[in-house]
């Protein structure tokens, strides 16, 4: 999601927190983050580092505010950026479909963005498996955040459980998506 998700952060930290935490958030990350730029390149160790100050800053476990900003950055893409959302598809099957091709199209206008890889397998009439590649261990509570979103967001009634991990070259975190 490029520079959206520091937008969606930004937002998720302004509604559930203060301005005040935002700016202390931002003063102790390691990355210069301009959370207005949304062509800002993205990468999931930057979004985890942000995860954990922030975590740390309000004595809240990493992985239910990993969770809430995946959440928050498909309430704020859906809310603010529409048109990325209905460019992947109908319903949420189709936009779960369409997600590899989106981000491999979204690599040719920015080369340098470093997206985690979203793969699917195992489609069935009832059911795929969802695969979340990434170079940044523990991510799996964001990924879950963000599908659980997307369910939200179409107003699907899904079944989204965790399947397993594997840890080879990336990390890769796998979810079987029923319906």
Do not use: C
Not at 39 to 57: M, R, V
Not at 81 to 99: A, F, K, V
């Amino acid at each position: 999601m490029y520079g959206i998700i520091y937008k969606a952060i930004e937002e998720y930290i302004l509604d559930n927190f203060s301005a005040e935490v935002l700016y202390k958030v931002k003063s102790k990350s390691a990355n210069a983050i301009d959370f207005s730029n949304i062509d800002q390149p993205y990468n999931d160790a930057a979004l985890y580092n942000l995860a954990k100050i922030l975590s740390e800053y309000v004595s809240t476990d990493i992985n239910i505010i990993l969770f809430n900003f995946g959440e928050y950055l498909i309430k704020v893409t859906h809310k603010k950026y529409p048109d990325i959302m209905e460019g992947r598809g109908n319903n949420l099957i189709d936009y779960l479909i369409n997600l590899p091709n989106f981000h491999n199209r979204i690599m040719l206008i920015y080369p340098e963005l470093t997206p985690p890889e979203f793969r699917i397998s195992n489609l069935e009439e009832k059911s795929m498996l969802f695969h979340y590649f990434s170079k940044t261990n523990a991510m799996r509570e964001f990924v879950r955040g963000y599908l659980n979103g997307l369910m939200k967001a179409f107003n699907a009634d899904l079944l989204i459980e965790f399947a397993y991990s594997k840890h080879e070259n990336n990390f890769e975190d796998v979810f079987k998506i029923s319906w």
